[in-house]
C-alpha cells in the first residue's frame, strides 16, 4: 500500500518541513492533498515519472520531487500557522484519478 | 462559493437507518463522481465510482447522480455502527484533478 512519514510532526513558523511517502510498487502518478481540520482534501499538486504535471491553487513554497524508487516528498518552506493540516499522499498508475490510493497521512502542526 | 458543498454534518442516526448524503456542485464540467469515505487517521479510501446521471448500487450502498441540478447522493441501507466515517464527496474535470466536497461525518448508534 501507500505509506507516509512520519505520522506526526510539530514545527514553528517560518521553518522548513519534508514529508515523505512510499508509493504502491509500480504507481508511476502520485498526488499530494492537505486536509485543514473537519475540511476535505485539497490538491496541491501531481507528479508523473519525476516531473510535476498538475498544481493546485498552492503557493510556490509548496514544491515536490519525486524519485524513481517509488518514493516522493512534499516540501513547505516559511512555514505559516494555516499551514497546520493532514497531508495526504495519493499514487495510481495510468488511469484515471479515482484509481489511486491514499496514504494515512501526516498530522503537520505549526506553532 | 465553493465548487463542491457538501453539509458538515454531524449525522447521528440508528442503527438499521437508511442515510442519504448529499452534495451540490457548480462545475459543469465534472465529468467522474466518486463517494469516498474516510475513518479516523486513516486516508480516504473509495467508495463509489459513477461517471453518468442515474443510480448505481453496490451492496448496502447506492449513489445517485443528476447532472442536470448539478447534485449528488450517497444512500446507505442497513446503517452499521462500522458505517461511522467522514463520507467526502469528490468529482473529476477533464484535467483529471479531484475537487473535494468538505465531507459529512456521519454517526451510527447501536
Known amino acids: 500500500g501507500v505509506t507516509q512519514s512520519p505520522t506526526h510532526l510539530i514545527k514553528t513558523r517560518g521553518q522548513q518541513v519534508t514529508l515523505r511517502c512510499s508509493s504502491q510498487?509500480?504507481?508511476?502518478?502520485v498526488s499530494w492533498y492537505q486536509q485543514a481540520l473537519g475540511q476535505g482534501p485539497q490538491f496541491i499538486f501531481q507528479y508523473y515519472r519525476e516531473e510535476e504535471n498538475g498544481r493546485g491553487n498552492f503557493p510556490p513554497r509548496f514544491s515536490g520531487l519525486q524519485f524513481p524508487n517509488d518514493s516522493s516528498e512534499l516540501n513547505v518552506n516559511a512555514l505559516e500557522l494555516d499551514d497546520s493540516a493532514l497531508y495526504l499522499c495519493a499514487s495510481r498508475s495510468g488511469g484515471g484519478a479515482d484509481t489511486q490510493y491514499f496514504g494515512p497521512g501526516t498530522r503537520l502542526t505549526v506553532l | 462559493q465553493k465548487e463542491v458543498e457538501q453539509d458538515p454534518g454531524p449525522l447521528s442516526v440508528p442503527e438499521g437507518a437508511i442515510v442519504s448524503l448529499n452534495c451540490t456542485y457548480s462545475?459543469?464540467?465534472?465529468?467522474?463522481f466518486m463517494w469516498y469515505r474516510q475513518y479516523s487517521r486513516k486516508g480516504p479510501e473509495l467508495l463509489m465510482y459513477t461517471y453518468s446521471s442515474g443510480n448505481k448500487e453496490d451492496g448496502r450502498f447506492t449513489a445517485q447522480v443528476d447532472k442536470s441540478s448539478k447534485y449528488i447522493s450517497l444512500f446507505i441501507r442497513d446503517s452499521q455502527p462500522s458505517d461511522s466515517a467522514t463520507y467526502l464527496c469528490?468529482?473529476?474535470?477533464?484535467?483529471?484533478?479531484?475537487?473535494f466536497g468538505g465531507g459529512t461525518r456521519l454517526m451510527v448508534k447501536p
Open positions: 469528490a468529482m473529476i474535470n477533464a484535467g483529471n484533478m479531484l475537487t
Open positions: 510498487s509500480g504507481h508511476n502518478t
Open positions: 462545475n459543469s464540467a465534472f465529468q467522474y
